[in-house]
């Protein structure tokens, strides 16, 4: 388990063979193909946690499980000052940024910071402005009224339904 960016051993375990259930028990549930063609699952749970699968020969020590749950608790800018992640000065120029439209990019690894950081930036954004987001996995939470949220999809089992990012931003 990670929390607070370190990782914690529990007491805990799966067999190989338990574990392998379960991914194939999430990929049912959220009625994504996982097999040996399609080892990998990637898919948002009803609660908003993110789920990542990886089976053998891909994953060489065994099934692989990622499940990333989300606070429910909105973190604001100040914050971020609060925790020493953001200076005041850093937070002042992100806000004028947004005021004045400006095209902003967020880049981080896994875990870094760039939804949380998004979803602050996002109550600068007036509510009379139309926002439109486009994202492979939904998890971003922006609370605007005029807000158009988009998710990527892929194919079923059959090849069958595949909505890309691609095909998003021509919706857009």
């Given at each position: 388990?990670?929390?607070?960016?370190?990782?914690?051993?529990?007491?805990?375990?799966f067999s190989e063979q338990g574990l392998l259930a379960a991914a194939r028990n999430l990929a049912q549930f959220v009625g994504r193909p996982l097999t040996e063609e399609r080892p990998r699952l990637d898919a948002r749970l009803p609660d908003g946690s993110r789920v990542h699968v990886?089976?053998?020969?891909?994953?060489?020590?065994?099934?692989?499980?990622?499940?990333?749950?989300?606070?429910?608790?909105m973190l604001s800018m100040e914050m971020?000052?609060?925790y020493g992640s953001a200076t005041v000065e850093a937070t002042r120029f992100l806000q004028a940024a947004v005021v004045c439209r400006k095209n902003t990019m967020v880049a981080g690894g896994t875990g870094s910071g760039k939804t949380t950081l998004l979803n602050c930036l996002s109550t600068y954004i007036p509510?009379?402005?139309r926002i439109l987001t486009?994202?492979?996995?939904?998890?971003?939470q922006l609370v605007q009224e005029h807000l158009v949220p988009?998710?990527?999809?892929?194919?079923?089992?059959?090849?069958?339904?595949?909505?890309?990012?691609r095909d998003l931003l021509h919706s857009s």
């Amino acid at each position: 388990i990670e929390q607070g960016g370190k990782l914690y051993r529990t007491g805990a375990q799966f067999s190989e063979q338990g574990l392998l259930a379960a991914a194939r028990n999430l990929a049912q549930f959220v009625g994504r193909p996982l097999t040996e063609e399609r080892p990998r699952l990637d898919a948002r749970l009803p609660d908003g946690s993110r789920v990542h699968v990886v089976l053998p020969p891909i994953s060489r020590k065994g099934p692989a499980i990622a499940i990333r749950k989300f606070s429910s608790a909105m973190l604001s800018m100040e914050m971020l000052v609060n925790y020493g992640s953001a200076t005041v000065e850093a937070t002042r120029f992100l806000q004028a940024a947004v005021v004045c439209r400006k095209n902003t990019m967020v880049a981080g690894g896994t875990g870094s910071g760039k939804t949380t950081l998004l979803n602050c930036l996002s109550t600068y954004i007036p509510n009379e402005d139309r926002i439109l987001t486009i994202e492979d996995s939904a998890e971003l939470q922006l609370v605007q009224e005029h807000l158009v949220p988009l998710e990527a999809r892929p194919a079923d089992e059959k090849g069958r339904g595949e909505v890309s990012i691609r095909d998003l931003l021509h919706s857009s």
